[in-house]
């Protein structure tokens, strides 16, 4: 692991913050995840748009601008000297007061982690994850925007920890209506016949760098692809389900609450949509 903090680099854990942070204290930050895919950064500008715009959203002025953010990113992917990599920039609110008020805080912290991951193995992204629906909701968009990827992520961890005592690979939480809102830490997609659907962001999901993309090569192939508020029902009725996020890519769903999801006739769709998303990845690759 390669660890940028404030134009320094690190190897590993040695890369260490003050606890006076407001970044740990009270979450006070955003970030990103994002894939290098050989040694180029997946749709970076993507990234550091939605960055910027949480950025703006909880007022965090970087001095450097997004070119300081293209800069760790490109010194830390260097740093770490090896292709296929994940990349975790974040940006807190930096060292402060023992108070919530970011008054005391004069100077963002950008920090930049390059690792390699794997969110799920090959076979099991291909073969089907498990979900379980999680008591855990997702905020509401009036409390906190989920287009702010925020350093907020305690009902993420919680919904993971519900899923796991359930024995399922992924959480589906839900908002304070009921209806789906995203899973832990991916969107959720339903194929319909040759519709592919997934849950607006107002619905509580994030605005998924994956899920755009997904949502274009769908329109690009001839589907029908829509934001449209679905309900669990949805999956126990789909075709086929889906989960899309950076790290994971599209990861087929196999069952929800132990009900396998698929219909008897048949369809291709998640398979047609991992084929395309890989070309993308590939054709940006250098
Ligand atoms: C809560 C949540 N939803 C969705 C996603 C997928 O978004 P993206 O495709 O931009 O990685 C993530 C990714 O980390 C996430 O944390």
């Known amino acids: ?21 407001h970044g740990l204290l009270y979450g006070d930050g955003v970030f990103e995840g994002i894939r290098v895919f050989g040694t180029s950064p997946f749709l970076l500008e993507e990234h ?21 953010l293209r800069e760790a990113v490109a010194t830390t992917v260097n740093a770490f000297g090896a292709p296929d990599v994940y990349v975790r920039l974040i940006v807190t609110r930096g060292d402060g007061a023992l108070g919530v008020d ?17 969110i799920f193995p090959e076979d099991k992204r291909k073969s089907g994850v498990s979900l379980a629906t999680v008591s855990t909701r997702r905020p509401t968009s009036d409390v906190l925007d989920p287009r702010v990827k925020s350093l907020n992520y ?11 005592q359930r024995n399922a690979d992924e959480a589906l939480m839900l908002n304070q209506h009921g209806t789906i809102a995203e899973a832990s830490v991916a969107n959720v997609f339903v194929v319909q016949g040759d519709r592919v659907l997934t849950p607006p962001t107002t619905d509580g999901a994030l605005d998924g760098i994956t899920r755009t993309a997904v949502l274009e ?28 996020g950076t790290g994971a890519g599209i990861v087929r769903v196999k069952s929800l609450d132990g009900e396998l999801i698929g219909n008897t006739r048949p369809s291709d769709v998640v398979e047609r949509l991992m084929t395309a998303y890989d070309a993308l990845t590939w054709q940006r690759r250098d």
Do not use: W, Y
């Open 1 to 21: 692991m390669k660890v940028f903090i404030d134009g320094e680099l690190f190897d590993g854990k040695a890369g260490r913050i003050p606890v006076v942070d």
């Open 48 to 68: 550091l748009l939605r960055l910027s715009h949480g950025l703006r959203a909880v007022h965090l002025h970087l001095p450097g601008g997004l070119p300081s």
């Open 102 to 118: 970011p008054i005391s805080c004069p100077t963002p912290r950008v920090i930049c982690i390059v690792d390699r991951v794997q």
């Open 154 to 164: 305690l009902n993420n961890a919680l919904a993971r920890i519900e899923c796991r």
């Open 217 to 244: 090569l769908a329109r690009r192939a001839g589907l029908h692809a829509e934001e449209k508020t679905l309900g669990r029902m949805d999956l126990f009725s789909a075709d086929e389900a889906f989960l899309t």
